[in-house]
C-alpha cells in the first residue's frame, strides 16, 4: 500500500516523485512503461536526433490524416523513458508569456495565475545567469545558453536587429518580443532532463520506489475512488498496486489515454469500444492543442552551414571536442537562436515564434535527412493556434496506438499568423549581415516563386510539421467540458488527479516543456497540502 502512485516518469512526473517523497512519512511508487534512461544518446545534447526515432525510449505515434494538411500523417513521438519527453525534446526552456496563465486564471482556475506560478518556474531551475525576481540558481534543472556562439547565428541574431526587433538578453523575464539566443535545459554539456534533475538525487531515499517497464493497463475504481493500478510487467505478468491517491502523469497523449480504458471519458465512445463507463466525462481527449511549424531553407556559403558536420567525416573533430571538454556543437541543442514578434500591429503581444538552426534536415515522415547542399532552417509557428484535435482509443489495448487528430490548421484563424510569420523570416534573411552570405539557389523551399498567400498556403499544408507541443487534453476548469479542476482531480472521482501538459486550458506561447515541470511543482505543492 503506497500512499501516493505517480503513473509516468516525465517532465511532470519526475518532478512530482522528488518533492513528494521528500517527506519520508509518505510512502510514494513511480510507475514508468519505458526503461530506465541509460541511453548515452539521451544525455549528449546532439542525441537528440537519435532519440527521438528510436522506439526504445520514445512513443512513435503518428496522427491520423490530418483534414488540414493535405490528409498526411503527422509523426508525433513522446518519451518512453526516465525523464519521459524532457530526455528527448530539442531541450528549448521558454516558459511563455504572463498573460498565459492569468488566462488560466480567469478560465476558473484560481492560483494558476503568473504571480502564482513564477516562483514555482523559478524553484525548479538552475540558471546560468544571474538570480533575480524571474530567475533562480538554486534549483535542480539547469538551464544555459549555447556554448557556442555558431557564426550563421550570430548573423541571424544580427540581421533581425537590422530590421527593428531588440536583442534581448532574457526572454524568460520581464519581455518576450524581440531575438535572443535560445535557452536550453543543458547543464555542463549534458542533457538536463527531469530524471536527471529530480529523479536521481531522489532514488536513494528508502520511501520512494521507481518501477520501470511497467505498463499500466488502468487505474481501479471502486464507489467512484481510486484505490489503485493494474500493471503488465516486462514479463508479463499482471500486478494491482494500492494507494491513497493515484496522480496520471502520462502526458498528453497518454493521459487521456489510460483514463478511457480506466472508464473515465465520453460514454459514447468507451461503449464503441467495448469498455463499461465509470464517469461520462466528455472533455477527456478533446481540446487538443499542438504548434505547427513551417521551415523556410537557406542556401548559404558553406562555413554558414552545420550540414557537413552530420556526416563522417565532418562530424569527427566535433565529437572528439566533446569528449574531451563536453563543449561544442555537440553539448548544443540543434536550434540556437529564438525571436517572438507579432503577426500585426493589432496583436497586443506576439503571437509568432520563429526558430533558427544554422544546417537543414529533410523530413520523410519519421526521418531526418540532411540536405545534401548546405543550407539553414528557419522555422515559424502561431505560438496561440485555434484550432483544436481529439485523441480517441483505437482499441480497449494500453499498447495500441490511440487515434490522434491535432487537426491543424483547421481553424481559419490560424494560417494567416503562419503567413505572417513566413513573411517575417523573409524579412530578416533578407537584411543585412544575412544576406550578404546566402548562396546559389538562395530560398531552396517554399522558393522565391511561392509569393502569394495562395502559394504560400499550399506550401504550408504539403509540408507544416509538429512542434511536439501537444497539450490540453484533460483540460483544467470548471465547466462541462473540463476533466480536472484547480487541485488537478479528476471531476466525480476521489482520490484521482492529473498532473502533466494535458491539464493546460490553453497551450503556452512558446515550447511547453518548462510549462510542465512547472505543472509538476504546482501538483506537488497541491497534493502535500492536501
Known amino acids: 500500500m503506497y500512499d501516493v502512485i505517480i503513473i509516468g516518469a516525465g517532465s511532470a512526473g519526475c518532478v512530482l516523485a522528488n518533492r513528494l517523497s521528500a517527506d519520508p512519512k509518505r510512502k ?80 476558473g482556475n ?21 538570480s533575480s525576481r524571474f530567475r533562480s ?86 464507489n467512484h475512488r481510486a484505490t489503485g493500478i493494474v500493471v503488465r510487467t516486462a514479463s508479463g505478468a499482471e500486478e494491482t498496486l494500492s494507494a491513497g491517491e493515484i496522480v496520471v502523469s502520462a502526458g498528453a497523449i497518454g493521459s487521456p489515454q489510460l483514463l478511457m480504458l480506466s472508464g473515465i471519458g465520453p460514454a459514447g465512445h468507451l461503449r464503441d469500444r467495448g469498455i463499461g463507463t465509470v464517469s461520462d466525462l466528455p472533455g ?6 499542438d504548434h505547427l511549424y513551417v521551415n523556410v531553407r537557406m542556401q548559404v556559403e558553406p562555413r554558414f552551414s552545420m550540414n557537413s558536420a552530420t556526416k563522417f567525416p565532418g562530424y569527427v573533430p566535433h565529437a572528439l571536442r566533446y569528449m574531451l571538454t563536453r563543449k561544442g556543437l555537440l553539448a548544443m541543442a540543434t536550434t540556437h537562436c529564438v525571436a517572438f514578434v507579432r503577426s500585426s500591429e493589432r496583436v497586443e503581444r506576439p503571437d509568432v515564434q520563429i526558430m533558427f538552426r544554422p544546417y537543414a534536415f529533410l523530413i520523410k515522415g519519421d526521418r531526418f535527412v540532411p540536405e545534401p547542399i548546405p543550407t539553414v532552417t528557419i522555422s515559424t509557428c502561431f505560438v496561440r493556434p485555434c484550432s483544436r484535435g481529439t485523441v480517441r482509443l483505437n482499441a480497449a489495448d494500453p499498447l495500441a496506438t490511440p487515434a490522434i487528430t491535432a487537426n491543424y490548421l483547421t481553424d481559419p484563424r490560424d494560417l494567416p499568423v503562419v503567413l505572417s510569420g513566413l513573411r ?35 506550401y504550408c499544408r504539403d509540408t507544416g510539421q509538429t512542434v511536439y507541443h501537444p497539450v490540453g487534453t484533460c483540460r483544467m476548469g470548471t465547466d462541462a467540458g473540463s476533466v ?26 512558446g515550447n511547453t516543456n518548462a510549462a510542465s515541470v512547472m505543472i509538476g511543482e504546482k501538483g506537488a505543492d497541491l497534493i502535500g497540502g492536501a
Open 28 to 107: 510514494v511508487l513511480l510507475v514508468e512503461a519505458g526503461p530506465v534512461d541509460r541511453n548515452p544518446f539521451i544525455h549528449i545534447p546532439a542525441g537528440v536526433v537519435r532519440t527521438f526515432i528510436d522506439p526504445a525510449v520514445a512513443w512513435r505515434d503518428f496522427t491520423q490524416e490530418e483534414p488540414g494538411l493535405h490528409d498526411r500523417k503527422i509523426y508525433l513521438p513522446h518519451g518512453k523513458t526516465l525523464g519521459g519527453s524532457s530526455s528527448i525534446n530539442g531541450m528549448a526552456y521558454v516558459r511563455g508569456q504572463p498573460a498565459d496563465y492569468d488566462a488560466w486564471r480567469d478560465a
Open 110 to 130: 484560481p492560483g494558476w495565475g503568473y504571480a502564482d506560478v513564477l516562483p514555482l518556474f523559478r524553484r525548479s531551475e538552475r540558471w546560468e545567469g544571474a
Open 137 to 222: 540558481d538554486a534549483g535542480e534543472m539547469g538551464v544555459s545558453f549555447p556554448n557556442v556562439r555558431h557564426p550563421a547565428s550570430a548573423a541571424f541574431i544580427e540581421a533581425g536587429k537590422t530590421v527593428g526587433l531588440p536583442e534581448l538578453d532574457d526572454y524568460n523575464g520581464d519581455r518576450q518580443e524581440g531575438i535572443a539566443w535560445l535557452q536550453y535545459t543543458v547543464w555542463k554539456g549534458r542533457r538536463s532532463s527531469t530524471a536527471v534533475a529530480f529523479l536521481k538525487p531522489a532514488r536513494q531515499r528508502g520511501n520512494l520506489t521507481i518501477r520501470t517497464g511497467c505498463c499500466v493497463l488502468r487505474v481501479v475504481i471502486e
Open 284 to 289: 477527456v481527449g478533446e481540446n487538443l492543442q
Open 424 to 458: 517575417w523570416i523573409r524579412r530578416i534573411m533578407a537584411a543585412a549581415p544575412f544576406r550578404d552570405h546566402v548562396r546559389g539557389m538562395g530560398e531552396v523551399a517554399p522558393g522565391e516563386a511561392a509569393q502569394s498567400d495562395a502559394e504560400l498556403e499550399a
Open 484 to 509: 480536472v479542476g484547480a487541485d488537478l482531480r479528476v471531476h466525480g472521482i476521489a482520490g484521482l488527479r492529473v498532473c502533466d501538459a494535458s491539464i493546460m486550458p490553453a497551450i503556452c506561447s
